[in-house]
């Protein structure tokens, strides 16, 4: 039967690789459970290049297929989502892993205003496991520790980051501008919708052993787990280049402390050369903090995350103007420590230096000329990465 788009309440959205296997019970437990509960709903079929027939079965079953000539788990899901005419959107693998006749679980809490509800495999959660349904690293190691990086890092309220059945709003997805075309997609989902505020809910599902006989699961352990690391990790500058930065430039003003003291500490006789070292985890730390600013402008210029008032009290206090008189400060500070010991170095007619005297004014003017110098150029890059900010 044939709906108006404005009528269809919910779509089900299957991305699709050569699933012909289990297409067919996939299709035909949603169909039920529409026709059970009384759903206005469609099933989309996201076919990702299938030679195996699968695109024949959707038709036959009524579903609608959508060719996604781009191949990749999220850029299948994308194409399927955008063709969704619902106002509620279901996804969910096409291998039968995933019961579809647990939907109206999904259903009831969107209907109730949730914006994203996410299924829950893991028994933490309330989910359930069957024998031979996740491979022992993923149920183990895996799921449980990219959950609880993607709570710690982004308070994530969810326990199984990487459960691939969920429901949302179309108007949620459509806000997120999601930009994963692979595996990722699925955890910059939970992440985007966490940081955009969204009403989020988790619902505890049954995972069946997959039902594939023709080939294997697409999912690839090692190099989809780096993947979603290496997103959590670019997706947060806090982690990535803030907290580093920190740590670094404690490290270095330790460093200074205990190698510009007239007494020894702990015993030790610290110098030139610690002072050295801490130069050198100074001027890092301060890099990474500059690449935390970088970054958080950018991604929220590109729209990639919401805006921070954070950023904006932060840039209320410090603009381009400060940052340019900070830097030319700094800068001539070091130039005249270096001159000092240049005049010292002049006043012996260029002979030799007592180096571990000369070097306690040469190693700080090094360092304030080079943060100095930093400010000012960063100062105009960070400027010119934020024009789209306000």
Same mark, same amino acid.
């Given at each position: 039967?044939?709906?108006?788009?404005?009528?269809?309440?919910?779509?089900?959205?299957m991305?699709?690789?050569?699933?012909?296997?289990?297409?067919?019970?996939?299709?035909?437990?949603?169909?039920?459970?529409?026709d059970?509960?009384?759903i206005?709903?469609?099933?989309?079929?996201?076919?990702?290049?299938?030679?195996?027939?699968?695109?024949e079965?959707?038709?036959?079953?009524?579903?609608?297929?959508?060719?996604?000539?781009?191949?990749g788990?999220?850029a299948a899901?994308?194409?399927g989502?955008?063709?969704?005419?619902?106002?509620f959107?279901?996804?969910?693998?096409?291998?039968?892993?995933?019961?579809?006749?647990?939907?109206?679980?999904?259903?009831?809490?969107?209907?109730?205003?949730?914006?994203?509800?996410?299924?829950?495999?893991?028994?933490r959660? +309330?989910?359930? #496991?069957?024998?031979?349904a996740m *491979?022992? /690293?993923?149920?183990?190691l &895996?799921?449980?520790? $990219?959950?609880?990086?993607?709570?710690?890092?982004?308070?994530?309220?969810?326990?199984?980051?990487?459960?691939?059945?969920?429901?949302?709003?179309?108007?949620?997805?459509?806000r997120?501008?999601?930009?994963?075309?692979?595996?990722?997609?699925?955890?910059?989902?939970?992440?985007?919708?966490?940081?955009?505020a969204a009403?989020?809910?988790?619902?505890?599902?049954?995972?069946?052993?997959?039902?594939?006989?023709?080939?294997?699961?697409h999912?690839?352990?090692?190099?989809?787990g780096?993947?979603?690391?290496?997103?959590?990790?670019?997706?947060?500058?806090?982690?990535?280049?803030l907290?580093?930065?920190?740590?670094?430039?404690?490290?270095?003003i330790? +460093?200074?402390? #205990?190698?510009?003291?007239s007494? *020894?500490? /702990?015993g030790?006789?610290? &110098?030139?050369?610690? $002072?050295?070292?801490?130069s050198?985890?100074?001027?890092?730390?301060?890099?990474?903090?500059?690449f935390?600013?970088?970054?958080?402008?950018?991604?929220?210029?590109?729209?990639?995350?919401?805006?921070?008032?954070?950023?904006?009290?932060?840039?209320?206090?410090?603009n381009?103007?400060k940052?340019?008189?900070?830097?030319?400060?700094?800068?001539?500070?070091?130039?005249?420590?270096?001159?000092?010991t240049?005049?010292?170095?002049?006043?012996t007619?260029?002979?030799?230096?007592?180096?571990?005297l000369?070097?306690?004014?040469?190693?700080?003017?090094?360092?304030?000329?080079?943060l100095?110098?930093q400010?000012?150029?960063s100062?105009?890059?960070?400027?010119?990465?934020?024009?789209?900010?306000?």
């Open positions: 039967m044939e709906h108006h788009d404005s009528d269809i309440e919910l779509s089900v959205v991305p699709c690789l050569n699933e012909a296997d289990t297409l067919e019970i996939c299709i035909t437990k949603v169909l039920r459970i529409f059970e509960h009384k206005v709903g469609e099933v989309v079929i996201a076919d990702n290049g299938s030679t195996d027939g699968s695109q079965i959707a038709t036959r079953l009524g579903a609608r297929v959508e060719d996604i000539p781009e191949r788990y999220g899901l994308m194409g989502i955008m063709a969704a005419r619902g106002h959107v279901l996804m969910g693998d096409a291998d039968d892993s995933y019961d579809f006749l647990e939907i109206p679980k999904f259903l009831e809490k969107l209907r109730e205003g949730f914006d994203l509800v996410q299924g829950c495999r893991l028994p959660g +309330g989910g359930t #496991v069957l024998p031979n *491979p022992f /690293l993923h149920r183990w &895996g799921n449980p520790m $990219l959950s609880a990086m993607v709570r710690g890092m982004f308070r994530a309220p969810v326990t199984d980051i990487y459960c691939g059945m969920r429901g949302f709003r179309k108007d949620l997805y459509l997120l501008d999601q930009r994963c075309t692979g595996m990722e997609f699925a955890t910059e989902m939970i992440i985007k919708s966490t940081l955009y009403k989020i809910a988790e619902v505890p599902i049954t995972l069946h052993p997959d039902g594939r006989k023709a080939h294997g699961p999912l690839r352990t090692f190099r989809d780096w993947r979603t690391v290496r997103f959590f990790m670019m997706y947060s500058p806090r982690w990535l280049f907290f580093p930065g920190i740590l670094l430039i404690f490290s270095g330790v +460093g200074y402390g #205990v190698a510009l003291s007494t *020894p500490t /702990l030790i006789n610290f &110098g030139p050369h610690t $002072l050295l070292v801490a050198l985890s100074f001027l890092l730390g301060y890099q990474s903090l500059l935390a600013i970088f970054t958080k402008t950018f991604a929220i210029s590109e729209g990639l995350m919401p805006a921070d008032p954070r950023m904006d009290r932060f840039y209320d206090v410090i381009l103007e940052g340019l008189v900070l830097g030319v400060l700094s800068f001539v500070i070091g130039l005249g420590l270096i001159s000092h240049a005049n010292e170095w002049r006043a007619s260029y002979g030799p230096l007592d180096y571990e000369t070097l306690r004014w040469v190693i700080p003017g090094v360092t304030l000329a080079a100095g110098f400010t000012m150029l100062g105009f890059f960070v400027s010119i990465l934020g024009m789209g900010r306000r």
